[in-house]
T-cell receptor, first 112, second 108 residues
Framework: DSGVTQTPKHLITATGQRVTLRCSPR?????VYWYQQSLDQGLQFLIH???????AKGNILERFSAQQFPDLHSELNLSSLELGDSALYFC???????????FGSGTRLTVV | GQSLEQPSEVTAVEGAIVQINCTYQ??????LSWYQQHDGGAPTFLSY????GLEETGRFSSFLSRSDSYGYLLLQELQMKDSASYFC?????????FGAGTRLFVKA
């Protein structure tokens, strides 16, 4: 157990639907990062939150949004889902800064 | 922008030494990291180079040369369990960008 908790582990939904992925960072970590990993692909950076504030954005689609709450957990909202959104979505946390991220076990999203 | 290149696949024999190279293009960054990911698993942090030179952690070592925009991960005394994907990653600007990954196959 890495200390980063992601729920749900698996999600199957239909095109056009909206889902919410949840992440609880490791105790003491203020930063939360979201990544998307498609089949046999690298990790695509989506967004970074630090202590409730957005710090950096990657190639995140306008259909996707995220937030970090006062208790530091984060949610990634994916709407108007398309088949191409099927992927593993990882959350990672760190105390701050860029080295040594701790990743959660991921949420596998399947859009049918 | 930032980009990283690493070989897509490397094959080595159990007990051997293997080096996974990573070249990058960036306008500025804090450091180069390496992560390991087994099939179906989450990436796990291996090492971080903020400065030029070699960092050693057990069987794994990582090297960075900023002047050459180049780094590598060295795995010694390879074990079957080392079969996994390895990612180099650049950290800077409140984010970490990952390379596409190198799949390492360790043969008996």
């Amino acid at each position: 157990d890495s200390g980063v908790t992601q729920t749900p582990k698996h999600l199957i939904t239909a095109t056009g639907q909206r889902v919410t992925l949840r992440c609880s960072p490791r105790s003491g970590d203020l930063s939360v990062y979201w990544y998307q990993q498609s089949l046999d692909q690298g990790l695509q950076f989506l967004i970074h939150y630090y202590n409730g504030e957005e710090r950096a954005k990657g190639n995140i689609l306008e259909r996707f949004s995220a937030q970090q709450f006062p208790d530091l957990h984060s949610e990634l909202n994916l709407s108007s889902l398309e088949l191409g959104d099927s992927a593993l979505y990882f959350c990672a946390s760190s105390v701050g800064g860029g080295n040594g991220y701790t990743f959660g076990s991921g949420t596998r999203l399947t859009v049918v | 922008g930032q980009s990283l290149e690493q070989p897509s696949e490397v094959t080595a024999v159990e007990g051997a030494i293997v080096q996974i190279n990573c070249t990058y293009q960036t306008s500025g960054f804090y450091g180069l990291s390496w992560y390991q990911q087994h099939d179906g698993g989450a990436p796990t942090f291996l090492s971080y180079n903020a400065l030029d030179g070699l960092e050693e952690t057990g069987r794994f070592s990582s090297f960075l040369s900023r002047s050459d925009s180049y780094g590598y991960l060295l795995l010694q005394e390879l074990q079957m369990k080392d079969s996994a994907s390895y990612f180099c990653a650049l950290s800077g600007g409140f984010k970490t960008i990952f390379g596409a990954g190198t799949r390492l196959f360790v043969k008996a």
